[in-house]
């Protein structure tokens, strides 16, 4: 896992313009067919989001995380979404890690809304359901705290047993 990279690209510019111009080019084969890379890609097309890309050593995009932080809500970072090409292979917790870093360096929680994958994954890195308002829509969170020890690996909990992946 060391070996993959995870950039920061912050709002509009023109690295942003060459990320989603890559990734045109290197998933216009699986875009269609490949539910990871279609939320990278809504992502990564999000100009008003910050984002985070994931990186193989050879270059290849390997997935994204687009993020914000909410108009009167600035206790927590967003994650709108999230998306890899390839599953179980660590990629989706490393990209909820390094968001994670960032939401630990500014004292902030993490909010989720997940679809049914996602869910399993906001769930086994042990963030917790909370009710949201008066919708019914179930939203995965991490306090502040929660946010620096999963950003530090130092969660702990029946619910973050990591199995399997190297570090
Ligand atoms: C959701 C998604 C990002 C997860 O990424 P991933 O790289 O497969 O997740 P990881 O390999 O990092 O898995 C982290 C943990 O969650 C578990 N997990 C992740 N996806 C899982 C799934 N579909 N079923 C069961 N467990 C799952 C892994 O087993 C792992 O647990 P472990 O660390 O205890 O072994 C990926 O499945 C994806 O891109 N899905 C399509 C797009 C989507 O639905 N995005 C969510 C929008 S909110």
């Not at 990279?5 to 060459?18: D, K």
């Not at 111009?21 to 100009?47: K, L, M, Q, V």
């Not at 960032?102 to 004292?107: E, Q, R």
Request: hydrophobic residues 35%.
């Amino acid at each position: 896992m060391d070996d993959l990279t995870v950039t920061l690209i912050p709002g509009r510019n023109q690295e942003r313009e060459a990320v989603l111009e890559r990734a045109r080019r290197e998933w216009a084969d699986i875009i269609h067919s490949n539910s990871g890379a279609r939320y990278a890609w809504d992502g990564i097309a999000d100009f008003d989001e910050d984002l985070l890309i994931l990186e193989s050593p050879e270059e290849q995009l390997l997935g994204a995380l687009s993020f914000c932080t909410r108009y009167g809500d600035e206790k927590n970072i967003y994650v709108s979404r999230i998306g890899v090409i390839q599953d179980h292979r660590g990629y989706g917790k490393r990209l909820m890690q390094e968001v994670a870093k960032i939401a630990a360096g500014k004292g902030q929680g993490i909010v989720a809304l997940p679809t049914a994958e996602g869910q399993r994954l906001f769930c086994r890195i042990g963030m917790r359901l909370r009710p949201r308002g008066s919708r019914y829509e179930p939203e995965y969170a991490f306090t502040p705290d929660e946010a620096k020890r999963f950003a530090e690996d130092r969660l702990t909990g029946p619910v973050l047993e990591v199995k399997g992946y190297q570090k």
